[in-house]
T-cell receptor, first 114, second 109 residues
Framework: AAGVIQSPRHLIKEKRETATLKCYPI?????VYWYQQGPGQDPQFLIS???????DKGSIPDRFSAQQFSDYHSELNMSSLELGDSALYFC?????????????FGPGTRLTVT | QKEVEQDPGPLSVPEGAIVSLNCTYS??????FMWYRQYSRKGPELLMY????GNKEDGRFTAQVDKSSKYISLFIRDSQPSDSATYLC?????????FGQGTILTVHP
């Protein structure tokens, strides 16, 4: 079965640079979530979108923005990168019509800021 | 205090053992409960999903929810070395997931 696709899988950036992470949800899934996982920590919710509209917002820095496009893929844009932004970034998708609570995660993007 | 507290482990068990993983939560609004398995540097994999008190079984895995005590558990029977991973409980009222800290499980042959 098709899974959530994330790209790139690895990204190395310098401080103050910009990064864009992409997420392609499971086909027919209409909701996308972004999570950040620091080393040895549990995933922390950043932001979510349903039908291209922001549906919830968590502990996402103002330097970050995200959107969901007409084909349901989503992009997380990160500017003025800081060393503390180094983490695994996961995208998850769900289908609201099915309840929307079962979230399926992608393989993640490992961001390293130097 | 975190909304979700998970027994931190780590756990090390012999192959074939029964494993018990546990989480407690404080937010009564949580209605949906999940267990994820995460291998090193991989994405969390959904193992079990439940929304009612009681037991739900899927193969070697049993998820147990006690909403009155705000307590959930995952039992793994006949554990295998391939079960070695970090197990995360997660819960939600709707939408964003709140995770426990994770329990590292090692099953040795």
């Amino acid at each position: 079965a098709a899974g959530v696709i994330q790209s790139p899988r690895h990204l190395i950036k310098e401080k103050r640079e910009t990064a864009t992470l992409k997420c392609y949800p499971i086909p027919r899934h209409d909701t996308v979530y972004w999570y950040q996982q620091g080393p040895g920590q549990d995933p922390q919710f950043l932001i979510s979108f349903y039908e291209k509209m922001q549906s919830d917002k968590g502990s996402i820095p103002d330097r970050f923005s995200a959107q969901q496009f007409s084909d349901y893929h989503s992009e997380l844009n990160m500017s003025s990168l800081e060393l503390g932004d180094s983490a695994l970034y996961f995208c998850a998708s769900s289908l609201k019509l099915a309840g929307g609570n079962e979230q399926y995660f992608g393989p993640g993007t490992r961001l390293t800021v130097t | 205090q975190k909304e979700v507290e998970q027994d931190p482990g780590p756990l090390s068990v012999p192959e074939g053992a029964i494993v018990s993983l546990n989480c407690t939560y404080s937010n009564s609004a949580f209605q949906y409960f999940m267990w994820y398995r995460q291998y090193s540097r991989k994405g969390p994999e959904l193992l079990m999903y439940t929304y009612s008190s009681g037991n739900k079984e899927d193969g070697r895995f049993t998820a147990q929810v006690d909403k009155s005590s705000k307590y959930i558990s995952l039992f793994i029977r006949d554990s295998q070395p391939s079960d070695s991973a970090t197990y995360l409980c997660a819960m939600t009222s709707y939408g964003k997931l709140t995770f426990g800290q994770g329990t590292i499980l090692t099953v040795h042959p």
